[in-house]
Structure formats: C-alpha cells, structure tokens
C-alpha cells in the first residue's frame, strides 16, 4: 500500500522559514517523481514544486520561485520543500504527491498525502 506521509507543518512568521518533509512508502521511490501542491478552502489545488525521479530537475511555480527549494533524499524516501522569505499567500494546506512526470499538472500525478497545514502570520 502506498503512503505519502506530510509532517513539518504548522505556523510560520512572514518572512521566515519553514521545511517541510513527505516520507514516502509502498512505491519504487527512484521510479517517482515527486511534488508539493497546495489548497486553500475553495480555491483548486495550486502547484508549487515538483522533482524529476533522479532529482536532476525541478519545477516551480512562479510565485514561490526564488523562495522555495525541493530536494529528495534516497536513502529516506523522502521529499522536502525548503520555504523560506515566507508570505501570508502561502498560507494554505500543503500535500505531497507522487507520479511517473515532474509536472504542475494534478493530474498527472497517481498518489498523495493528506495533507499539512502551513499557517503564515504576518
């Protein structure tokens, strides 16, 4: 059984950092590649980063870039997004997720976690 679990949440201060990690499990880890999206009530799911499975690429959506960093950890199976420069828009629920293509496309991806909650005071 597939499992992506979000942990690092919680609340941050405009202007500072946060990390966050999704331990993956049950999937061929180097076979995935791997993305944060986010939501916020009534709004549709926002892509904010994705890594290709040998980590060699990245993506990112315009208004985190420049702030915000993926990486992924083999040996853990494991993905975090480094968020720093930290905005009050950013805050939102923050999910993991796993699929065969680095994209900003929902879609495209075939598993995800529940879910953190990332909270920015301003």
């Known amino acids: 059984q597939v499992q992506l679990v979000e942990s690092g949440g919680g609340l941050g201060r405009a202007g500072g950092s946060l990390i966050l990690s999704c331990a993956a499990s049950g999937l061929p880890f180097s076979s995935f590649a791997m993305a944060w999206f986010r939501q916020v009530p009534g709004k549709e799911r926002e892509f904010v980063a994705a890594?290709?499975?040998?980590?060699?690429?990245?993506l990112y959506a315009d208004s985190v870039k420049g702030r915000f960093a993926i990486s992924r950890e083999y040996a853990k199976n494991t993905v975090h997004l480094e968020m720093n420069r930290l905005k009050y828009e950013d805050t939102a629920v923050y999910h993991c997720?796993?699929?065969?293509?680095?994209?900003?496309?929902?879609?495209?991806?075939?598993?995800w976690g529940q879910g953190t909650q990332v909270t920015v005071s301003s």
């Open positions: 997720a796993a699929g065969r293509t680095a994209s900003g496309t929902p879609s495209r991806y075939d598993y």
């Open positions: 890594i290709s499975m040998s980590g060699a690429g990245t």
